[in-house]
């Protein structure tokens, strides 16, 4: 399971969302600085309105959806690549985890202290963004002292080299190391350091419950910045979605409704967290259990298979595929198969985002 770190400043609302996102967490959040020290895990279903419509169709008893780990990392500061505020633990922290949830401050309460003391979104993105720079820096040039040793004799090491400085040249120009092109032999190359700023971003505009319809100023300047990285930008309101948890799920469509949304921003953050890390789902579905399987873009059918067991794809024959929708369409497996819609794909096959499978296999 890939997990997704929850990053900002201290006091932005990173463990209000957590708690939501997870429903059921324990992160405590306080209205002081470091509340969180040791990382806050919980993992969470992945919004999927397919699944109810195949366990319809398959009268399915069980429902299984697509899960993603959420982190709650503890707020940075200002120093922190220096060991500020615990600043090397909290670093320490985002190096394992596989995509950023960046939560930036888009609203005004006087009773929730900014450590800056005002609000302002690029400032705090500014922040945050230089420490992982200034991190990745360190981490790059410890490495790069023995790489130059090896390259004598070495050409692996040399290509490393160069890959190296070319990393540090776009660091030292304010860019994020994802933001530098690299061919598949270099990219093999770095990711051992687990580069912070080579990480996915998502950053989530964290408003008032006033603003969660339509933003702010302050989310078109986040949404400015974002569009220079190629990042996604996300309107979510922490505050929202703690009021939620505690209402029946039947009263939550009428105050999202009264707030002018249809859902809340926490399901298109996780979604869209989802399809960050480069996920898809194929489904597997029967009078037992509908199940959404998580795989990797751009996985063959066997490799699919080998996710529910390694066994299944050792032994792989064969996949009998359908896409969602057709099935949809026809309303069942049978009918499906009866205006043949149903494929026979073999091991060369690239499973396809919302595929329904059903795998042949030796044991």
């Not at 309460?109 to 705090?124: E, K, L, T, W």
């Not at 809340?264 to 399987?293: D, N, V």
């Amino acid at each position: 399971m890939l997990r997704a770190g929850i990053v900002g400043l201290p006091n932005v609302g990173k463990s209000t969302l957590f708690n939501a996102v997870v429903a059921n967490a324990k992160a405590q959040a306080a209205n002081f600085p470091f509340c969180t020290i040791e990382p806050n895990v919980g993992v969470v279903a992945v919004p999927d309105d397919r699944l109810p419509v195949l366990a319809k169709i398959s009268e399915s008893v069980d429902v299984v959806p697509a899960r993603v780990e959420f982190v709650d990392i503890a707020g940075l500061v200002k120093g922190a690549s220096q060991g500020e505020g615990l600043g090397n633990q909290f670093l320490a922290n985002i190096r394992e985890v596989d995509a950023i949830v960046h939560v930036v401050r888009c609203f005004e309460n006087d009773d929730i202290i900014h450590v800056a003391g005002s609000i302002d979104p690029m400032r705090d993105i500014d922040i945050i963004n230089l420490e992982l720079v200034l991190s990745d820096l360190a981490q790059i040039e410890r490495r790069i002292e023995r790489a130059r040793k090896m390259a004598k004799t070495s050409k692996e090491a040399q290509a490393e080299v160069a890959t190296l400085e070319t990393l540090i040249t776009a660091l030292n120009a304010g860019k994020q190391a994802r933001q530098v092109n690299l061919t598949e032999e270099e990219e093999l190359l770095v990711k051992p350091l687990g580069l912070l700023t080579r990480k996915p971003v998502i950053y989530a505009a964290n408003v008032s419950e006033d603003d969660l319809a339509s933003g702010n100023e302050w989310v078109e300047k986040v949404r400015e910045f974002a569009a220079q990285e190629n990042a996604q930008v996300v309107i979510v309101s922490a505050q929202v979605e703690s009021e939620l948890i505690d209402l029946p799920e039947e009263d939550r469509a009428e105050f999202l409704e009264s707030l002018g949304v249809e859902e809340g921003g926490l399901k298109s953050l996780i979604r869209a967290t989802y399809q960050l890390l480069g996920l898809r789902t194929y489904f597997t579905t029967g009078p037992k259990e509908t199940r959404a399987w998580t795989i990797h873009a751009g996985m063959s059918a066997p490799q699919a298979a080998g996710v529910i067991h390694t066994d299944f794809e050792r032994g792989f024959i064969r996949a009998e595929t359908v896409a969602y929708d057709d099935l949809v369409t026809t309303g069942s497996m049978n009918a499906a198969k009866e205006k043949g819609l149903v494929r026979s794909e073999g091991k060369d096959y690239t499973v396809q985002e919302g595929d329904v499978m059903l795998f042949r296999f030796n044991v």
